[in-house]
């Protein structure tokens, strides 16, 4: 089976996005129909501890205003990688609040006396929507702790440390900017380096529940893609290239070249060319897992 085949069978394989709505209001059921036009799924719950039995859901939706809320964080401490899961907790005042603790890592607060039903729905579909993780909302920098914040427009927040990032150097940075598509962001140092940062970039350094996240053992670690990828990181990096560097000189977007040599993206032999004619190899030291001595070692 080609990689192509089995990178197409794990997208077939994926589960629709869901989401668990914890609430006594029945107003809220008009959300289901709200989101007719998705193809999300929504499961309704009465108390909070039926969540145990909804352990493969994406987004949990918490009305504080259930009986059972004195139960938490039983859900938290139970649900594997619940840390890591999306919350949205609906309250409207401060004790609210105060019983939520410890809150998970992507947990969010919403005032329910400031939002309608549509509102809450129109959440739910920014959460699990998969194409709102791959743009940008807003960004910062923190220039004391040399951090990027970074909203993206599913609601997570993210904090990228400029010595994950390759391309940067160790002067400041003067400018950054979201691109037209708010996919990547272009950044400008005092030495004059500029580079860009892709959205899966931010996701490979700081979302754990990102299929390619960097502390991650993939299911197809090994295959083709990946195998590529890093032989062209390798070389690049023998050549003392930055991505940017190698990009430009392949005639390649710099956001699509990290995604190749993170293993995201099954190039084409045109690409392979272009990659191999900058780099000064032959194709085959691209795709030789061991290089090319095992390359001709057939």
Same mark, same amino acid.
């Given at each position: 089976?080609?990689?192509?085949?089995?990178?197409?069978?794990?997208?077939?394989?994926?589960?629709?996005?869901?989401?668990?709505?914890?609430?006594?209001?029945?107003?809220?059921?008009?959300?289901?129909?709200?989101?007719?036009?998705?193809?999300?799924?929504?499961?309704?719950?009465?108390?909070?501890?039926?969540?145990?039995?909804?352990?493969?859901?994406?987004?949990?939706?918490?009305? /504080?205003?259930?009986?059972? @809320?004195?139960?938490?964080?039983?859900?938290? =401490?139970?649900?594997? %990688?619940? *840390?890591?899961? +999306?919350?949205?907790?609906?309250?409207?005042?401060?004790?609210?609040?105060?019983?939520?603790?410890?809150?998970?890592?992507?947990?969010?607060?919403?005032?329910?006396?400031?939002?309608?039903?549509?509102?809450?729905?129109?959440?739910?579909?920014?959460?699990?929507?998969?194409?709102?993780?791959?743009?940008?909302?807003?960004?910062?920098?923190?220039?004391?702790?040399? /951090?990027?914040?970074?909203? @993206?427009?599913?609601?997570?927040?993210?904090? =990228?440390?400029?010595? %994950?990032? *390759?391309?940067? +150097?160790?002067?400041?940075?003067?400018?950054?900017?979201?691109?037209?598509?708010?996919?990547?962001?272009?950044?400008?140092?005092?030495?004059?380096?500029?580079?860009?940062?892709?959205?899966?970039?931010?996701?490979?350094?700081?979302?754990?529940?990102?299929?390619?996240?960097?502390?991650?053992?993939?299911?197809?670690?090994?295959?083709?893609?990946?195998?590529?990828?890093?032989?062209?990181?390798?070389?690049?990096?023998?050549?003392?290239?930055?991505?940017?560097?190698?990009?430009?000189?392949?005639?390649?977007?710099?956001?699509?070249?990290?995604?190749?040599?993170?293993?995201?993206?099954?190039?084409?032999?045109?690409?392979?060319?272009?990659?191999?004619?900058?780099?000064?190899?032959?194709?085959?030291?691209?795709?030789?897992?061991?290089?090319?001595?095992?390359?001709?070692?057939?």
């Amino acid at each position: 089976m080609t990689v192509t085949n089995v990178l197409e069978q794990k997208r077939k394989g994926k589960a629709q996005p869901k989401a668990c709505l914890v609430t006594e209001q029945k107003t809220l059921d008009n959300i289901q129909g709200m989101l007719a036009d998705t193809n999300f799924v929504i499961l309704f719950k009465e108390r909070l501890l039926d969540l145990l039995k909804e352990r493969d859901c994406n987004l949990f939706i918490i009305d /504080t205003e259930v009986k059972d @809320m004195d139960t938490w964080p039983a859900p938290l =401490l139970t649900i594997p %990688n619940a *840390q890591y899961k +999306d919350w949205l907790f609906l309250v409207s005042r401060l004790s609210d609040v105060s019983r939520l603790q410890p809150l998970p890592q992507n947990a969010r607060l919403v005032d329910r006396r400031r939002l309608s039903v549509e509102d809450i729905a129109s959440l739910i579909k920014k959460r699990l929507d998969p194409e709102s993780r791959k743009r940008f909302d807003r960004v910062n920098f923190l220039e004391d702790a040399r /951090t990027f914040l970074i909203w @993206m427009e599913n609601g997570k927040t993210y904090a =990228l440390h400029m010595s %994950n990032l *390759q391309e940067a +150097d160790s002067t400041g940075v003067v400018k950054w900017s979201l691109s037209r598509n708010r996919d990547y962001i272009k950044v400008i140092q005092e030495s004059g380096n500029q580079f860009e940062i892709p959205w899966d970039d931010v996701l490979y350094h700081c979302e754990p529940q990102y299929e390619f996240y960097k502390e991650k053992q993939f299911e197809d670690h090994g295959t083709a893609v990946s195998q590529i990828g890093e032989r062209v990181r390798q070389l690049r990096r023998e050549k003392g290239y930055s991505i940017q560097t190698l990009a430009a000189k392949s005639g390649m977007k710099r956001p699509n070249l990290s995604r190749l040599e993170h293993g995201h993206h099954q190039p084409s032999l045109e690409t392979l060319e272009r990659i191999a004619k900058a780099l000064e190899v032959p194709v085959v030291n691209l795709v030789a897992k061991g290089g090319e001595s095992d390359a001709f070692q057939q």
